[in-house]
């Protein structure tokens, strides 16, 4: 078989790597995009309630936020509360962050489904965020009007510390135990960079050719 000059065949491989990455750049962006999803946590105490009470009653709020998707979900679990539940929301946004009072901003009078007339309970449920239905419409207009302005509104204020899960009973009206919410994880994505694929193209090429390069030899 004749060789190839040195150039020459470092040539041929360079032009069929870089074909390999264009393609497999192209193939990146005709697919669909990975959502990103973002976790928040609130310890629910009385302490934490503005003005603070004496309760016994506890619960943990977490919060999943999807800007793909345009959902939210809601899982929450709570107990010993003196009063019977009435209601839940997400309050946004205070004024300064993990302090304050700000108005409701998710579903009135109370999150669908929500356990109420219990002491100790649990909830899971996931919004679509474009739906007027998960908001309270005093918050869509004070926050642009749509329902997407809203989501940005909301999602914003929970990322910003500014937001809070409130849980009322027929003991304590304004609510007897609350938790500003705050981030329980970092960002997650299934989508590689598109630099590190093509640096991992451009390395296998490089391997590939020195192993032919030896066997031509």
């Not at 679990?77 to 004024?95: C, D, V």
């Amino acid at each position: 078989m004749p060789k190839l000059p040195l150039y020459g065949y470092f040539l041929s491989q360079s032009v069929a790597v870089a074909t390999l990455g264009i393609a497999m750049l192209a193939a990146m962006g005709n697919a669909p995009t990975s959502a990103i999803q973002l976790v928040f946590q609130a310890d629910l105490t009385g302490s934490a309630e503005s003005p603070a009470n004496a309760s016994a009653g506890t619960g943990t709020a977490l919060i999943t936020l999807d800007d793909i998707a345009n959902t939210m979900r809601v899982q929450v679990n709570f107990s010993q509360l003196t009063g019977n539940t009435t209601a839940a929301h997400i309050h946004s946004a205070t004024a300064s962050a993990g302090t304050g009072t700000a108005g409701v901003a998710t579903t009135t009078p109370t999150f669908p489904g929500f356990p109420t007339g219990v002491k100790s309970g649990s909830y899971d449920q996931t919004f679509n965020m474009l739906l007027s239905s998960s908001y309270n419409a005093a918050f869509i207009t004070a926050n642009g009007g749509t329902t997407s302005s809203a989501q940005t509104a909301l999602f914003n204020g929970i990322q910003s510390g500014k937001a809070y899960f409130n849980i009322h009973t027929s003991s304590f009206s304004g609510g007897e135990i609350r938790g500003f919410l705050a981030p329980m994880s970092a960002p997650a994505t299934g989508v590689p960079e598109p630099d590190s694929i093509l640096g991992l193209i451009v390395g296998t090429g490089f391997l590939l050719g020195l192993t032919k390069k030896y066997k031509m030899q």
